[in-house]
């Protein structure tokens, strides 16, 4: 799944469950370990871990996708947005995120081959074949990529 897909799915979720848009931007980030996702309170960006998708399916990332959300929600209309509030706890039951997400195995880990690094900003995104890092911008500042050819060691 790319990233527009996923924004779309995001979007979607958030029409359907919140009956309230998501405005802000929605990324795979493969640098993250052991969490599915996770919500930016200063930009409002909601960032999910690839691998979460690759081993559990589409069903984990919709669960992890509403828990964000909760966040999401829950801090723009200045409720309770952390684990431990009662609104979000609320927001959660009412429509069925997950409560976390599952345990991310790391034996399998994703045989990327190639980065590509923004010049501006530093984001790195991971790719399993190679890309033209000119027909593609940063997703996080716009900012233009350069590619990097990745050499694993076993
Ligand atoms: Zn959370
Ligand atoms: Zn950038």
Do not use: W
């Amino acid at each position: 799944m790319e990233n527009d897909e996923l924004q779309r799915l995001v979007e979607e979720i958030s029409l359907h469950f919140f009956s309230m848009p998501f405005l802000h931007k929605a990324i795979f980030n493969s640098r993250l370990k052991t969490t599915g996702g996770r919500y930016l309170t200063k930009t409002h960006h909601l960032e999910f871990n690839p691998k979460s998708y690759e081993q559990y399916g589409l069903d984990e990332l919709i669960g992890i996708i509403k828990h964000e959300l909760c966040h999401y929600h829950m801090h723009l209309q200045g409720k309770g947005y952390k684990h431990k509030d009662q609104d979000f706890k609320q927001c959660l039951k009412k429509i069925g995120g997950s409560r976390f997400a599952k345990q991310l195995s790391k034996q399998k880990e994703q045989p990327y081959r190639f980065l590509l690094e923004c010049r501006t900003c530093g984001q790195q995104y991971f790719r399993k074949k190679k890309m033209n890092p000119d027909r593609y911008r940063c997703g996080k500042c716009g900012g233009k990529l350069k590619g990097i050819e990745i050499d694993y060691q076993k």
